[in-house]
């Protein structure tokens, strides 16, 4: 085994966590499509062209998430839903955090911002462990051996 290799243990449970992962960036992307006056009236007025950064991070989750869970250039993938989520998570859920009026609020949006962080992170594992397809040698008895992949 090389250096970089990655064990995948159970290849369907790497599959399952790449759609669950992907599934919420998938919604959101079309959703900021389909309602885009309502995604454009949560980011702060303060920022200009709001219309069109809200339909440029609906093309980088697709086109992240489309990545990662198809596992082509997942690490690509993977830097494209980092990128959008740390803007969104400090402009439009930090800033609703420290800014809402009602305490319910300020919970609910501090649930948002955390859950950004969180996605965060796990987007980030993923732009260093990648989730490639396993190798299985025959008669080996080997549980598989992951591509090495440079993006």
Do not use: C
């Not at 369907?12 to 006056?37: E, P």
């Not at 303060?46 to 069109?52: E, N």
């Amino acid at each position: 085994m090389e250096r970089n290799d990655i064990v995948v243990l159970r290849p369907a449970i790497a599959i399952a966590g790449r759609v669950m992962f992907t599934l919420i960036f998938f919604l959101s992307g079309v959703a900021h499509f389909t309602d885009l006056n309502g995604f454009v009236a949560l980011m702060p007025a303060a920022i200009p062209f709001r219309t069109f950064w809200v339909m440029i991070s609906a093309v980088v989750e697709l086109v992240g998430a489309t990545l990662i869970v198809t596992d082509r250039y997942p690490r690509l993938g993977a830097w494209l839903i980092v990128v959008f989520l740390v803007p969104v998570t400090i402009t439009v859920h930090g800033v609703a955090m420290l800014t809402a009026p009602d305490r319910q609020m300020q919970q609910i949006q501090t649930s948002f911002f955390l859950k950004g962080v969180a996605m965060t992170g796990a987007a980030l594992l993923i732009t260093q462990l990648g989730v490639r397809p396993t190798e299985r040698s025959p008669g080996s008895g080997s549980r598989g051996r992951a591509w090495p992949q440079s993006v």
